[in-house]
């Protein structure tokens, strides 16, 4: 399955999103991996501390729809559709979806024998109209949807519905074909080609403010760009699309944004570590990544963490222990080291289940080290009252425990909505801003494409225990943090400038 780890949170969102595997030395390629599942209250509950803290009593967002099979946020905007994913990839309920995630599915399967197949049912998914929100079983002639030539990513039923929608898509039609295009490309991070090798770091960790930065170090950029763009896997892409091939420039371009995608996930866990004062040179360290799932998990290899080594060259070893109920199988399902990590390296293992139940079983009868940082990737607690409570007992377990803790969110506006629900549970909010390792692939919203994009970790939220306590740890103060605790009625007012 080809980069169904990359993506956080469209499960979420607007519903899952499939992604193309690669075809096997034999005959059929792999399945479609399914890059997002409908959200679940993974975070799990911490054992009951001393102190108790009053919940929000109204929740930071609408929940959002749910259909009988269990996508989200699908059938209110585009009507069955939840059906369609299913029919084009072979499946008959929800949980063969599930079976799919949890990597029970075989590429035979979702009736997949070609390279052509792979691409045309990923796009199949996304064929309805972005206007008037017709399926096309639901047009006299199914074949009547017409794509945008400029984008490559949404359709019309016909020229009235295009022209009714022009206003509106001309705002977004260019970051669309940005969108549509690395949905394609990102094939590439199952194939191997991407990410390209990378270099130990030639500049101290607090000296790199961003991707910038971090191309910058990169030995013999445009070549290695170069050797994916003439690749073999780059070539059969193409020829099996059914879109024509765009540029090398722009193919380039979207190479460096997929690659940034990649790593986002270890830098900000990096930044994490630096922002707490937490010195991987000094001391072996473990991180936690609570409330994981299939989006940290799904073909996640040993090394994929490894760029942690390049950031903190000489570092005493680095556990990450990914923690959830939606942990798919794969490499990494290994238990927890019950000795200290390896020097030099970055050791990934992982538990399915819920934190708190890791926490009584592991940490407290010290099968696995306490956590050095936690992170959580996209939580949505503020998505919904289900979610929010499904994390609500981890987030007290945190507090409580005063570990140091790190939250990335999508935008601004979630940024907020989960900055109102922190402050009401009395967490001492150390730090939030704009993330300088975010993703800088744009997202869409799968069933409404026609909004702002999204970008995974855009912000982060820095946490530690429940206020602050004179001689606490504090935060670096050179990377454009918003610091102090907000109150409620700044919350509620918007968030402070000066993010990023």
């Known amino acids: 399955m080809a980069g169904g780890r990359r993506r ?86 929800y949980e063969d979806y599930k079976s799919a995630m949890d990597g029970r599915k075989s590429g035979s399967d979702f009736g997949i024998r070609t390279y052509f197949d792979m691409f045309q049912k990923m796009e199949d998914t996304f064929k309805f109209c972005v206007e008037c929100k017709k399926l096309p079983d639901a047009l006299p002639d199914p074949k009547s949807l017409r794509r945008c030539k400029r984008c490559q990513n949404v359709y019309y039923c016909g020229v009235a519905c295009q022209r009714a929608n022009w206003p509106l898509h001309k705002k977004f039609c260019k970051k669309l074909k940005l969108v549509a295009l690395d949905r394609l490309v990102e094939w590439l991070i199952f194939t191997g080609d991407i990410p390209f090798p990378t270099d130990t770091w030639t500049k101290p960790a607090r000296d790199v403010k961003g991707w910038e930065d971090w191309f910058s170090m990169q030995e013999q950029l445009e070549e290695k760009l170069g050797a994916i763009v003439a690749g073999r896997y780059m070539t059969l892409l193409w020829a099996n699309a059914g879109k024509p091939r765009p540029e090398d420039a722009e193919l380039r371009e979207s190479i460096r944004r997929l690659v940034t995608d990649f790593h986002s996930r270890p830098l900000t866990i990096g930044l994490g570590l630096r922002l707490f004062s ?78 708190h139940d890791f926490w009584e079983s592991h940490v407290e009868t010290k099968l696995a080290a306490p956590p050095d940082l936690v992170v959580g990737f996209h939580p949505g607690f503020h998505a919904c009252p289900d979610l929010l409570a499904g994390w609500l007992p981890t987030l007290l377990l945190l507090r409580d425990y005063r570990l140091p803790v790190l939250f990335t969110v999508y935008s601004e506006q979630e940024l907020k909505a989960s900055l109102q629900i922190l402050v009401e549970l009395e967490m001492h909010i150390v730090g939030y801003a704009s993330n300088p390792f975010a993703s800088l692939r744009p997202e869409q919203v799968y069933s409404s494409p026609n909004k702002p994009p999204v970008y995974c970790s855009s912000h982060y939220i820095a946490l530690l ?18 610091g102090g605790e907000p109150s409620a009625a700044a919350v509620a007012g918007g968030i402070a400038p000066g993010l990023g």
């Open 8 to 93: 956080g949170g469209h499960g979420r969102r607007g519903g899952p999103r499939q992604h193309p595997g690669t075809p096997g030395a034999a005959s059929s390629p792999a399945p479609l991996s399914l890059a997002a599942a409908p959200a679940q209250p993974n975070a799990g509950a911490a054992p009951t501390t001393g102190r108790s803290k009053k919940a929000p009593e109204e929740p930071a967002a609408r929940a959002p729809d749910v259909d009988s099979l269990g996508f989200q946020a699908m059938d209110r905007n585009v009507p069955g559709l939840s059906h369609v994913i299913l029919q084009k990839l072979n499946m008959k309920s």
């Open 278 to 355: 937490i010195d991987p040179l000094t001391r072996p360290l473990t991180v936690h990544v609570v409330g994981a799932s299939h989006v940290e998990t799904l073909n996640t290899r040993l090394t994929d963490y490894d760029e942690l080594t390049r950031m903190f060259p000489g570092h005493q070893g680095v556990e990450m222990v990914m923690v959830g109920v939606d942990v798919v199988d794969g490499p990494i399902m290994r238990p927890p080291l019950t000795t200290l990590a390896p020097r030099g390296k970055v050791y990934l293992s992982s538990y399915k289940g819920l934190y």
């Open 465 to 482: 225990g429940a206020e602050a306590v004179p001689g606490a740890e504090e935060l670096e103060d050179d990377d454009g943090w918003q």
